[in-house]
């Protein structure tokens, strides 16, 4: 588990180059986004702080310069310094900065199977932003989970690790926490976490050592161990994580059924279990998708092809669909952490009525893709179908549109991914909004 300032990045950085950035931005954002939820839910949380129910927009701007002045870790000044950065990173306009030697080191650690997640007090916004826009490119791969102050707590409480160990369906002793701060090593190792402290100089806490934790000064130091076989299965993810990977498929699917996007049998969902051999996860075939429970999941390999001795198939779950082995595909490709295949009317239907593939310009939820607003225009290809998945994957290849993380499959439906099962969600959700607008305006 890694904290970022002042563990994988300089502090340095932050306050210097992004909270500059984000002041510039805040009044903006809160005038021209003001209808947006989070936006609308980040201004009545700094409201109640205040005990002001009627703060107006110059007062709650006020604020959050003078948080950011104090550096304080207030979840709604997080939340909005995240949207900004996200349009910043999404622009081009900003690039995030890690030490020398933490991103070999991630590498390392996640081809030998190390599972890496974040906590920082930064909204998991900013943090998906900060790892996706590196000088090293996306390295959002790398990461499984993020976790911040809102989902999790606060980080100088042990209740807060327990969440997340909870929520990563890990024992506490298996958990590393990497951080600066000796504040949230302590809690970390109150909840039966490990801890190390990174402690580099020339970051606020340096002077402050880490307390009776382990010290590193970088990653380079650092040697992760992984007990062969550990997750059973012989395959990186035993019984328990693919059920528990499946119990968040069977909701993902319920709620896209729920739409009327996977009616019948149709459809298929996958999360990413590991990279290093590839190991997914995929609602199996055959099920209804509204009723699918945590065993109606199959685990398989960088092929699509079922994983011998694997949960899903162990408990009668049957075989995975035939389409596996497109997600699989996606997944190399991208370097996804999740995938929906879901089919829907307006996905058909902009099909036929644009095969060479649909432009899309001038919207709001563009944002939701980190995309500009306005001023740009970004194609979601339409590609024609086959039954034949290495064929289908050589043509979703070869139109693929690197900055739309999806693609339309003629007669078919909709391929849609994300950094992991959440964003694949949100990904989804924003294209089938603007396809259903493209389809309402009539246009040829």
Known sequence: MLDIEGTTSATGFVVG???PYARERFGRLLTERAGEPEVRRA???????????????ARIERTLGAWLDEDRKVTPLKTLQGLVWAEGFASGELVSHFYPDVVPRLREWHAAGVRLHVYSSGSVAAQRAWFGNSPEGDLRPLAGTFHDTENAGPKLVAASYEVIAADLGAAPQRVLF??????????????????????????????????????????????????????????????????????????????????GWMRGTSGNLSVVLAHTPLRLAV?????????????????????GAAVAGTAGPAAGAGKPSAEAGLHARVVRLTG?????????????????????????????????????????????????????????????????????????????????????????RHHAEVVQWMLELELASGRG
């Open 43 to 57: 201004v009545e949380q700094i409201r109640a702080l205040l005990d002001e129910p009627a703060a107006d927009t």
């Open 178 to 259: 990497l951080s600066d701060r000796p504040g949230e090593l302590d809690a970390a190792r109150a909840a039966g976490w490990r801890t190390a402290g990174v402690r580099r100089p020339g970051e606020p806490y340096y002077e402050s050592g880490v307390g009776d934790h382990p010290e590193v000064a970088s990653f380079a130091e650092l040697e992760m161990r992984t007990r062969a076989g550990a997750e059973g299965g012989g395959a990186g993810a035993g019984d328990r994580e693919v059920r528990r990977a499946g119990a968040r498929l069977a909701a993902e699917a319920a709620r896209f059924a729920s739409f």
């Open 283 to 303: 609602t199996a075939s055959g099920r209804d998708k509204g009723e699918l429970t945590a065993d109606d999941v199959v685990l398989v390999d960088g092929r």
């Open 17 to 19: 180059e992004l909270y």
């Open 336 to 424: 996804a952490g999740a995938v929906v295949h879901v089919h829907t009317v307006a996905a058909v239907a902009m099909g036929r009525r644009r095969p060479g593939g649909i432009v899309l310009r001038d919207l709001e939820m563009l944002k939701g893709l980190g995309l500009p607003a306005e001023g740009e225009a970004v194609r979601l290809p339409v590609i024609a179908n086959s039954q034949d998945m290495s064929v289908l994957g050589d043509r979703l290849e070869e139109a693929r549109e690197p900055r739309m993380p999806a693609v339309v499959v003629a007669d078919h439906g909709l391929y849609v991914w994300g950094a992991d099962l959440l964003q694949a």
